[in-house]
Protein backbone atom coordinates (compact mmCIF):
# COMPACT_ATOMS: atom_id res chain seq x y z
CA UNK A 1 0.00 0.00 0.00
CA UNK A 2 1.56 3.41 -0.82
CA UNK A 3 2.18 6.00 1.65
CA UNK A 4 2.78 9.47 0.78
CA UNK A 5 3.60 11.60 4.48
CA UNK A 6 4.21 15.64 3.92
CA UNK A 7 6.31 17.50 7.47
CA UNK A 8 7.70 20.61 7.77
CA UNK A 9 5.05 23.11 7.13
CA UNK A 10 5.17 25.60 9.42
CA UNK A 11 4.31 29.11 10.22
CA UNK A 12 7.15 31.97 8.92
CA UNK A 13 7.09 35.70 8.36
CA UNK A 14 7.49 36.58 4.22
CA UNK A 15 10.95 36.32 2.61
CA UNK A 16 11.44 33.17 4.80
CA UNK A 17 12.25 29.86 3.88
CA UNK A 18 11.05 26.60 4.64
CA UNK A 19 11.72 23.04 3.50
CA UNK A 20 9.16 20.21 2.82
CA UNK A 21 9.22 16.67 3.14
CA UNK A 22 7.45 14.14 1.46
CA UNK A 23 8.21 10.37 2.61
CA UNK A 24 7.02 7.87 0.19
CA UNK A 25 6.81 4.17 0.98
CA UNK A 26 4.61 0.81 -0.30
CA UNK A 27 6.68 0.31 -3.69
CA UNK A 28 9.58 1.05 -6.00
CA UNK A 29 8.89 4.41 -7.19
CA UNK A 30 10.54 3.48 -10.53
CA UNK A 31 8.61 5.41 -14.28
CA UNK A 32 6.57 7.42 -11.46
CA UNK A 33 6.09 11.62 -11.35
CA UNK A 34 5.88 13.21 -7.91
CA UNK A 35 4.28 16.28 -7.58
CA UNK A 36 3.87 19.10 -4.95
CA UNK A 37 0.35 20.78 -5.18
CA UNK A 38 -1.18 23.39 -2.92
CA UNK A 39 -4.59 24.19 -1.92
CA UNK A 40 -5.64 27.77 -0.29
CA UNK A 41 -8.67 28.68 1.43
CA UNK A 42 -11.38 28.72 -1.08
CA UNK A 43 -9.41 28.07 -4.16
CA UNK A 44 -9.25 24.51 -6.32
CA UNK A 45 -5.97 22.50 -6.06
CA UNK A 46 -3.07 23.62 -8.11
CA UNK A 47 0.03 22.32 -9.06
CA UNK A 48 3.20 23.35 -7.79
CA UNK A 49 6.40 21.19 -9.34
CA UNK A 50 6.97 18.18 -10.36
CA UNK A 51 9.54 16.06 -10.57
CA UNK A 52 10.71 12.51 -12.60
CA UNK A 53 11.78 9.89 -10.46
CA UNK A 54 14.01 8.39 -12.52
CA UNK A 55 15.94 11.12 -14.31
CA UNK A 56 14.76 14.13 -12.00
CA UNK A 57 13.85 16.15 -14.58
CA UNK A 58 11.56 18.87 -12.70
CA UNK A 59 8.67 20.87 -14.16
CA UNK A 60 7.23 24.14 -12.03
CA UNK A 61 4.52 26.48 -11.92
CA UNK A 62 5.37 30.25 -13.53
CA UNK A 63 4.16 31.46 -9.86
CA UNK A 64 6.93 29.92 -7.86
CA UNK A 65 9.87 29.62 -10.79
CA UNK A 66 12.71 30.97 -9.18
CA UNK A 67 11.87 30.69 -5.81
CA UNK A 68 10.82 26.74 -5.16
CA UNK A 69 12.89 24.38 -6.16
CA UNK A 70 12.22 20.38 -6.27
CA UNK A 71 14.27 17.22 -5.72
CA UNK A 72 14.27 14.19 -4.60
CA UNK A 73 16.77 11.19 -2.82
CA UNK A 74 16.01 8.25 -3.78
CA UNK A 75 18.06 6.45 -1.16
CA UNK A 76 15.52 7.69 1.47
CA UNK A 77 12.54 7.63 -1.03
CA UNK A 78 11.92 11.51 -0.35
CA UNK A 79 10.58 14.04 -2.53
CA UNK A 80 11.73 17.52 -1.14
CA UNK A 81 10.19 21.28 -1.39
CA UNK A 82 12.59 24.03 -0.80
CA UNK A 83 10.06 27.15 -0.54
CA UNK A 84 12.72 30.78 -0.19
CA UNK A 85 11.47 34.11 -0.49
CA UNK A 86 7.99 33.04 0.79
CA UNK A 87 5.19 35.47 -0.13
CA UNK A 88 1.69 36.02 1.79
CA UNK A 89 0.14 34.12 -1.53
CA UNK A 90 1.86 30.98 -0.80
CA UNK A 91 0.23 30.11 2.04
CA UNK A 92 -2.12 26.82 1.64
CA UNK A 93 -2.14 23.09 2.13
CA UNK A 94 0.61 21.54 0.50
CA UNK A 95 -0.08 17.77 -0.93
CA UNK A 96 2.50 14.94 -1.98
CA UNK A 97 1.01 13.18 -5.10
CA UNK A 98 2.01 10.35 -7.20
CA UNK A 99 1.18 9.22 -10.35
CA UNK A 100 3.17 6.61 -12.92
CA UNK A 101 3.77 7.19 -16.33
CA UNK A 102 2.86 10.90 -16.85
CA UNK A 103 3.65 12.43 -20.44
CA UNK A 104 4.82 15.44 -19.70
CA UNK A 105 1.84 17.68 -20.72
CA UNK A 106 -0.11 15.90 -17.89
CA UNK A 107 2.42 16.65 -14.79
CA UNK A 108 0.55 19.36 -13.45
CA UNK A 109 -2.96 17.73 -13.62
CA UNK A 110 -3.81 16.70 -10.28
CA UNK A 111 -6.20 14.05 -11.57
CA UNK A 112 -4.05 12.32 -13.26
CA UNK A 113 -1.90 11.37 -9.95
CA UNK A 114 -3.25 8.31 -7.99
CA UNK A 115 -1.94 8.87 -4.77
CA UNK A 116 -1.82 11.90 -2.39
CA UNK A 117 -0.60 12.63 1.19
CA UNK A 118 -2.68 14.38 4.20
CA UNK A 119 -1.18 17.35 3.53
CA UNK A 120 0.87 20.20 5.77
CA UNK A 121 -0.06 23.70 6.28
CA UNK A 122 1.88 26.84 5.31
CA UNK A 123 0.91 30.07 6.96
CA UNK A 124 2.92 33.36 5.66
CA UNK A 125 2.35 36.43 7.62
CA UNK A 126 3.02 39.55 6.03
Do not use: H
Request: glycine content about 12%; some cysteine.
Amino acid sequence: QVQLVESGGSLVQAGGSLRLSCAASGRTFTDYTMGWFRQAPGKGREIVAAIRWNTGATWYADPVKGRLTISRDRTKNTVYLQMNNLKPEDTAVYYCAAAWGLIAQNMGVATQYRYWGQGTQVTVSS
